[in-house]
């Protein structure tokens, strides 16, 4: 298993974004967003225009995709968590056999300051989560306009 990590300095290319965001379209299950936010959400992670940006990180078994994930930087150190960890996701056939740990543990490994993220109490993903040392400090409100 190979692991590559995305940053604006790479300036991937619209093909290679394209490549991440349909399999997070597919493989995020219930749990997914339209294509197109999930399109925004790489575009911003790969912006070395702005002062956030973030990263990606994939794992492929060869050329094959298996797991991705998105990271958006905050710009909010000291109130909020750096990076907000907003797309996770393992293809199925993958599922089981630690590669999710590992995902994230690569992306501990690059991510500077604190990570939050966002889970639905259903989500089994939960569990991890909470092994690897997240916490369920607030309750999430949201204004949806």
């Not at 298993?1 to 991937?12: A, E, H, S």
């Not at 078994?61 to 960890?85: F, Q, S």
Request: include cysteine; proline fraction near 3%.
């Amino acid at each position: 298993m190979d692991f590559l990590i995305y940053t604006p300095q790479d300036q991937i290319t619209y093909e290679q974004k394209k490549e991440v965001a349909d399999f997070l379209f597919e493989h995020l299950d219930e749990f997914g967003d339209e294509h197109e936010a999930i399109m925004r959400c790489i575009n911003f992670a790969m912006d070395e225009e702005t002062k956030f940006g973030g990263f990606i990180v994939v794992a492929k078994d060869r050329d094959k995709l298996t797991g991705a994930v998105v990271i958006n930087k905050t710009g909010m150190a000291g109130y909020i968590p750096e990076n907000i960890l907003v797309y996770i996701a393992v293809h199925k056939d993958y599922r089981g056999k630690g590669l999710g740990k590992t995902l994230m543990l690569k992306t501990f490994d690059k991510a500077e300051g604190s990570i939050k993220l966002h889970v639905e109490p259903n989500n089994p993903a939960r569990f991890l989560y909470e092994k690897l040392g997240f916490t369920n400090k607030y309750l999430e409100m949201r204004l949806t306009r």
